[in-house]
């Protein structure tokens, strides 16, 4: 792990955990987790599979000392380590096959889907379900899906350019 690595992963992870408190609910009392989606680039840009855990387990307590739903904090922390590694493997499998854009983006899907089935699958072992499984899948986790898929791309450029002018300095 290099300092820089470190550096930047606590920088995006803090973005993540800002902009995931002060955002207001959007969507039948759901708030977007951008926290995930910095989670999503601080995975890429370290390509390090013990960073990645640790990102993981960072996420995974930051997002339980902020969420909103009732016995979340488990299944939060259950959630983010899972889907770090989801995340990391699927990273490796599509590494050169498409550009960088379209691979965060695939990710970016695949990987808030996983991570909202599991964040409710563990809640409804652990907590309960305020709502059938199937129902909340459809109502909350697709909607934040294609939510978090089109602002990964944002933010991912947004990265990409901070970091290209900043090696350029």
Known sequence: MKLRDLVLTSVFLA?????????????????????LIMMFISIYLVDNYKTTM???????????????????????????????????LLFKILDNKFRKNINIVLVSIIGTFI??????????????LPASFKTLILSIVLPATLFNACISF??????????TYSKSA
């Open 15 to 35: 973005i993540g955990f800002i902009l995931h408190q002060i955002t207001p609910p959007l969507f039948l009392g759901m708030k977007p987790d951008f926290l």
């Open 54 to 88: 640790v990102i993981g387990l960072c996420s995974g307590v930051l997002t339980a000392m902020t969420t909103t739903f009732p016995g979340g904090q488990l299944p939060n922390l259950i959630d983010k380590i899972a889907t770090c590694q989801i995340v990391y």
């Open 115 to 128: 991570s909202g089935a599991i964040f409710l699958g563990s809640a409804f072992y652990i907590v309960g």
């Open 154 to 163: 944002l933010f991912f450029k947004v990265v990409l350019t901070a970091l």
